[in-house]
């Protein structure tokens, strides 16, 4: 069992018996209201998709998923295809089905992900927690500006933006942590 403040992208829930794959959960509290988790719900069955509100407490039934270390293989337009790093067999994702860590998959990239199975299917992929990417532009730095911690916003090479400390420049490898969205954890060690 969860309850609803533990919900994740990537997670699949048991609703009326169906496998319903959380493709994003938005976690709200605001000051007199109970917190909320808005979440965009796919059925793994019949490709439904809607959006769901739960209370912080409601409880979910969680369902036992099969997981496996893949690597991305090709992208061909909105199809992703991952390749088993045990056995090299191919798998294809839609990218509505890798929503969630979609601003973070690029072409030729060499992190092992895990893919997550429901009854020998592919549903989902998860990306290690850090991850390092290129800078493909960002400006320069702001002279004089030294109070505290200066971020400034940078694209990375599959057009993703994010913000980055002030003395990032382009061609830069950064680290980024991929929980919650994705943010800038640090320049990457050489």
Do not use: H
Request: glycine share 8%; aromatic share 8%.
């Amino acid at each position: 069992m969860k309850t609803g403040k533990e919900l994740k992208p990537g997670m699949v829930i048991r609703i009326d018996n169906d496998p319903w794959l959380i493709q994003k959960a938005e976690f709200t509290k605001s000051g007199r209201n109970s917190a909320i988790m808005k979440t965009k719900l796919k059925n793994l069955l019949t490709g439904y998709k809607t959006e769901t509100v739960y209370g912080a407490d409601d409880k979910l039934d969680d369902v036992i998923l099969d997981r496996k270390e893949a690597t991305l293989s090709f992208i061909s337009g909105d199809t992703y295809t991952f390749m088993d790093t045990t056995d090299y067999t191919m798998y294809e994702l839609n990218a509505e089905d890798i929503e969630a860590v979609l601003p973070f998959i690029e072409e030729g990239m060499t992190d092992v992900c895990e893919a997550v199975f429901f009854e020998d299917r592919l549903v989902s992929v998860e990306l290690p927690t850090t991850i390092v990417r290129k800078v493909a532009y960002t400006e320069g730095s702001a002279r004089g500006d030294t109070s505290g911690k200066v971020m400034k916003p940078a694209k990375l090479a599959n057009g993703t933006e994010l913000q980055v400390a002030d003395f990032i420049e382009i061609d830069d490898m950064i680290e980024i942590d991929t929980r919650e969205g994705g943010s800038y954890k640090g320049r990457a060690k050489k």
